[in-house]
């Protein structure tokens, strides 16, 4: 069997096996099975994944997609990441081009016109490049995210990127998310006080309406609802 055949068939039996499992029992069993050979993925809305990463690994890579677009408050949220947790290693994944090639080949705002094009120059290829490094990532996906995201598995194998995906916090409610936050004084973004709810690009995020769904503040007016990561 090929490593990845090998890979492909450790992802479905750990679905079965960790079905029910903790965010702890999933990290740690990604720990354990991959070593340094893992990516921990953080859009920087929230450090709530690295914070669980790091108290088994204090040392993983976290993997941001550093589009060119993000809010300032983004930023700054990833650079204190760096601050609190000293062992992460910052990857920053980049595209090909920087915004303004990008104009220069397709017109400005392309965001507008073809946000799919867009997400797949500056979010999904920088992404699959940077996977190609590793055997596995580790992801903030939750059930009650999205509709397209209801039956999130904890661990899957991802065909698109060719290796192991592990969701931690795939069960975990809204309200478990937000105690885990308040519980242990974890860092966020500060757009998420003031209704982003989802955040992402700046041109693609807006506030979201209370009580509306979270993720109806990216795309909104358009029927994108995912950027092509997750499927």
């Keep these: 069997m090929t490593a990845t055949a090998d890979y492909k068939?450790?992802?479905?039996?750990a679905s079965r096996e960790l079905a029910d499992a903790t965010a702890d029992e999933a990290i740690r069993w990604t720990v354990e099975t991959f070593g340094d050979d893992f990516i921990v993925a953080s859009n920087m809305q929230d450090a709530v994944l690295i914070d669980l990463a790091t108290k088994v690994k204090s040392d993983v890579d976290v993997l941001f997609l550093e589009?060119?677009?993000?809010?300032p408050e983004t930023i700054g949220t990833r650079d204190a990441v760096e601050a609190v947790y000293p062992g992460v290693k910052i990857?920053?994944?980049q595209a090909e081009q920087s915004v303004a090639e990008q104009d220069a080949?397709?017109?400005a705002k392309?965001?507008?016109?073809?946000?799919?094009l867009c997400c797949n120059l500056r979010k999904v290829v920088p992404l699959r490049k940077t996977l190609a490094n590793y055997s596995a990532w580790v992801t903030g996906v939750r059930r009650v995210d999205a509709p397209t995201r209801a039956n999130t598995p904890i661990v899957t194998w991802?065909?698109?990127?060719?290796l192991v995906k592990v969701n931690p916090i795939a069960a975990w409610t809204d309200d478990e998310f937000k105690a885990y936050i308040a519980?242990?004084?974890i860092l966020e973004n500060p757009l998420v006080s003031i209704g982003y709810l989802s955040i992402g690009c700046a041109p693609c995020t807006a506030r979201v309406a209370p009580g509306a769904d979270p993720r109806s503040g990216r795309w909104a007016g358009q029927s994108k609802t995912e950027c092509g990561l997750h499927g």
């Design 67 to 71: 589009t060119g677009y993000h809010f």
């Design 183 to 185: 519980e242990h004084g």
């Design 110 to 116: 392309l965001h507008d016109r073809d946000p799919t």
């Design 158 to 162: 991802d065909d698109r990127n060719g």
């Design 91 to 93: 990857v920053n994944a």
């Design 105 to 107: 080949e397709y017109g």
């Design 9 to 13: 068939s450790l992802a479905e039996r």
